[in-house]
């Protein structure tokens, strides 16, 4: 399974942007995904997750309420909308998989796609 993150960019404090995720290879089946992020100098940390009907969604403290996990299996895909963003959601956004239907965040670790950079000026 390879996964393609895309979306990211250059932003001010308050904007929006919204991040894609295509998943391709085979045998892609029921799986959940989800987004996380690395801040220059920290360490990679959890944003949200979403299982494979869609009807379970994870969100970290500081995302919950400002960003959205959506996903359309028809085209394998899941998407991060982000609003209000801070100077602190800046960092590398990579997108995860894990290869069962419903996961918490210490489960979706099976596939990493690339990152996509997102940067909010202040």
């Known amino acids: 399974v390879q996964l393609q993150a895309s979306g990211g960019g250059l932003v001010q404090t308050g904007g929006s942007l919204r991040l894609s995720c295509a998943a391709s290879g085979s045998p892609f089946g029921r799986y959940a995904m989800g987004w996380f992020r690395q801040a220059p100098g920290k360490e990679r940390e959890f944003v949200a997750a979403?299982?494979?009907?869609?009807?379970?969604?994870y969100y970290s403290d500081s995302v919950k309420g400002r960003f959205t996990i959506s996903r359309d299996n028809a085209k394998n895909t899941v998407f991060l909308q982000m609003n209000d963003l801070k100077p602190e959601d800046t960092a590398v956004y990579y997108c995860?998989?894990?290869?069962?239907?419903?996961?918490?965040?210490?489960?979706?670790?099976?596939?990493w796609g690339q990152g996509t950079l997102v940067t909010v000026s202040s």
């Open positions: 995860a998989a894990a290869a069962r239907a419903n996961t918490g965040p210490s489960g979706l670790n099976d596939f």
């Open positions: 979403i299982s494979w009907s869609g009807d379970v969604l």
